[in-house]
């Protein structure tokens, strides 16, 4: 397993919208793994595909304090929402920012998992949350979209300025510390 760099906030790779997964193989075994390790190391609870620079809808997540739930969801679709909320939300991609959001806090999902079999589950409070931020970025979409422009502004120069004075290097960080999707 490798760790992946994870694209930051205002890389335009970011807004890449993800196509289908149509096939199922090792390599994408080697994929789904590898998010996994990058996600945990950042650390986080989800990780889309389009944040390591690979536009495939694929999405995993671990909301356990553990690492004993890990989900993964290739090609997701939700079926239904009920029960919008707020919650405070951060980014991998968005280091160190967090704000609150307003989401569905119950969703139905249909997807297929790591070996291309299709499933449907229901998801409620963070879990719910988690895989809509996750869904955003399939979509070339980011949290601090729902945020003023005003707001959204600020992040992008501060997130510049902080990549500016940790000197030359990608535009991609090896996993940021401290940058995890906060319920």
Do not use: W
Not at 63 to 69: A, F, K, L
């Amino acid at each position: 397993m490798a760790l992946l760099p994870i694209l930051e906030f205002p890389d335009p790779r970011l807004r890449t919208r993800a196509e289908p997964v149509t096939v199922f193989d090792a390599s994408l075994l080697r994929l789904v793994d590898d998010m996994f390790e990058t996600m945990y190391a950042a650390p986080g609870i989800g990780l889309a595909a389009s944040q390591v620079d690979v536009h495939r809808q694929l999405i995993v997540m671990d909301v356990s304090n553990d690492r004993s739930e890990p989900l993964v969801f290739i090609n997701p679709q939700i079926l239904g929402r009920s029960e919008v909320g707020t919650m405070e939300e951060g980014c991998l991609s968005v280091p160190g920012i967090f704000d609150t959001v307003e989401r569905a806090q119950r969703v139905r999902v249909r997807a297929q998992d790591r070996h291309g079999a299709t499933f449907e589950r229901d998801l409620d409070g963070i879990l719910a949350v988690c895989l809509q931020h996750e869904m955003d970025h399939l979509d070339g979409k980011l949290f601090v979209d729902y945020l003023s422009s005003l707001k959204r502004d600020r992040i992008r120069r501060k997130l510049e300025k902080e990549r500016r004075e940790r000197g030359p290097q990608s535009t991609a960080a090896k996993v940021p510390a401290g940058a995890a999707l906060a319920p």
